[in-house]
């Protein structure tokens, strides 16, 4: 009998974000009627990340700060234009799986990076850092990636969104610190446990309102599916594992575990409001199946991340 549902969803969490895409998949239905909630969900998760977390431990050390800083710049600014380069030599720069690499590799964390990074058994302070400033610089960091791609436009248009991001992630994060310092001061083990387990439920929820385009397309067009959800898997695990092998025993676990993480899990979602939908149609198959390996990965990597 579960006499603590809480408790028990963190201790099971891994399996309550497979459910989540268990439920996103077979229920498209669902799906749908949760998608205008997506933005208040992706609130109440970040709510509840902060609130797991001591504010000095979310603040850091300030000599520190320059350091992510340059990591958030060479994850968002230089992958893409990496990519960019080498798809324009091929003469593919406008073709679908360009465009989808280039999206994914532009995009900050995913705010529940924090969350996920607890669950594979490091502390969630770097990840928190590096989705907050990456997130800060989004505007400035998108803009020649957006110039430079013949595939995309409407960078006004991202730099806006991306400036609605920060100032909500701002004032979500404030809300947060000040009900810890008030309400949770030195919170039990027992309520920090509770609040791992809110933060799985809510990441479970929020996938959920992001699976309707894959159940779409596996009635429509399996094999099409079957190559999008290979691309996200290879782009989003690749990029984890070859961070992991370069830092593992370069940086400290705590940083080197969420620095590779993030590498492969990103806020691509943030791109369906703020680019047009004519240009984000042709990667809306490989942002459904992205979702996959970022809610597997404490499943399918906790063996990689092991220390």
Do not use: K
Not at 182 to 189: C, I, N
Not at 266 to 272: C, E, G, I, M, S
Request: proline letters at 8%; glycine letters at 6%; charged letters at 10%.
């Amino acid at each position: 009998m579960i006499t603590d549902p809480l408790r028990f969803a963190a201790r099971h969490a891994r399996y309550v974000l497979v459910a989540g895409l268990v439920v996103g998949l077979a229920a498209p239905g669902l799906a749908e009627v949760m998608r205008p909630w997506l933005p208040h969900l992706v609130v109440a998760l970040l709510f509840v990340s902060v609130l797991r977390m001591a504010p000095r431990a979310i603040l850091g050390a300030l000599p520190a700060l320059p350091r992510v800083a340059g990591t958030a710049l060479a994850l968002q600014l230089a992958a893409p234009l990496v990519i960019l380069g080498l798809a324009s030599l091929l003469g593919q720069a406008s073709h679908p799986v360009a465009l989808a690499l280039i999206l994914m590799t532009a995009a900050p964390s995913i705010v529940g990076s924090p969350n996920i990074t607890a669950l594979l058994g490091a502390a969630p302070e770097y990840a928190m850092r590096l989705m907050v400033v990456g997130t800060l610089l989004m505007p400035f960091t998108i803009l020649p990636v957006f110039a430079l791609a013949p595939a995309l436009d409407g960078a006004g248009a991202v730099t806006q969104a991306s400036l609605v991001l920060v100032a909500t992630i701002g004032v979500t994060a404030l809300c947060a610190m000040a009900t810890r310092r008030l309400v949770f001061r030195t919170p039990a083990p027992a309520t920090v446990e509770r609040l791992d387990g809110l933060s799985a439920l809510a990441l479970a929820v929020f996938v959920v309102a992001l699976m309707p385009q894959v159940s779409a397309l596996a009635l429509a067009d399996p094999m099409a599916l079957l190559g999008w959800a290979a691309l996200a898997f290879a782009a989003n695990l690749g990029a984890q594992f070859t961070l992991w092998r370069a830092t593992r025993h370069r940086l400290p676990h705590d940083t080197a575990l969420p620095l590779s993480l993030i590498a492969g899990n990103r806020n691509v979602a943030l791109f369906l409001v703020s680019l047009p939908a004519e240009t984000t149609a042709p990667v809306m198959a490989f942002i459904g199946c992205y979702q996959l390996p970022m809610y597997l990965t404490p499943i399918l990597m906790r063996g990689v991340y092991r220390r």
